[in-house]
T-cell receptor, first 112, second 114 residues
Framework: EAGVAQSPRYKIIEKRQSVAFWCNPISGHATLYWYQQILGQGPKLLIQFQNNGVVDDSQLPKDRFSAERLKGVDSTLKIQPAKLEDSAVYLC??????????FGAGTRLSVL | AQSVTQLGSHVSVSEGALVLLRCNYSSSVPPYLFWYVQYPNQGLQLLLKYTSAATLVKGINGFEAEFKKSETSFHLTKPSAHMSDAAEYFCAVSGTGGGNKLTFGTGTQLKVEL
């Protein structure tokens, strides 16, 4: 069974530029999560989707971050414009009905 | 609100020694508790989970954890450390209700020395 796929693995941009990350969850997983992991910290939930609807986006900085999950499968997370403090690893996870979340390898973003 | 506190951002043990990584939780509802491991440049992998069944939970790679409600703890242990156990370990909590939102601790970096 294929795991959670994320791309790109690494991205370097300058501040004020825009960037997008892509996630393909495990087939059949209705719930998809985006986490931000800043160096030295644990992952923090940014947004959670159930199929193509948003369940929780309370910690998403909506002035610059946006996410969508068209057709309830793939998802894209966008940052526009990026700030230095957005440098982090962005992790995507998916889950079925159980409590277990399966994580992708992440996208490491460096904002210069 | 839920949170976890991991005591010790860095733990160093000798190969073959006991591994003990500490996690204390705070939750207003009965919690589900998890330990994840993260190897360099990889995503998080589930080690084990507690979901209100047996309080002693066995996971992969010889790890286990015990849920102690009276101490609000969920410490991770392994009797004998192996070099391949060197990684970062995260404790996480979620509520037993819908949503499954995970709240992570700040992580403990485990170093295994010869």
């Amino acid at each position: 069974e294929a795991g959670v796929a994320q791309s790109p693995r690494y991205k370097i941009i300058e501040k004020r530029q825009s960037v997008a990350f892509w996630c393909n969850p495990i087939s059949g997983h209705a719930t998809l999560y985006w986490y931000q992991q800043i160096l030295g910290q644990g992952p923090k939930l940014l947004i959670q989707f159930q199929n193509n609807g948003v369940v929780d986006d309370s910690q998403l900085p909506k002035d610059r971050f946006s996410a969508e999950r068209l057709k309830g499968v793939d998802s894209t997370l966008k940052i526009q414009p990026a700030k230095l403090e957005d440098s982090a690893v962005y992790l995507c996870a998916s889950s079925l009905a159980s409590t277990i979340q399966y994580f992708g390898a992440g996208t490491r973003l460096s904002v210069l | 609100a839920q949170s976890v506190t991991q005591l010790g951002s860095h733990v160093s043990v000798s190969e073959g020694a006991l591994v003990l990584l500490r996690c204390n939780y705070s939750s207003s509802v009965p919690p589900y508790l998890f330990w994840y491991v993260q190897y360099p440049n990889q995503g998080l992998q589930l080690l084990l989970k507690y979901t209100s069944a047996a309080t002693l939970v066995k996971g992969i790679n010889g790890f286990e954890a015990e849920f102690k409600k009276s101490e609000t703890s969920f410490h991770l242990t392994k009797p004998s450390a192996h070099m391949s156990d060197a990684a970062e370990y995260f404790c996480a909590v979620s509520g037993t209700g819908g949503g499954n939102k995970l709240t992570f601790g700040t992580g403990t970096q485990l170093k295994v020395e010869l």
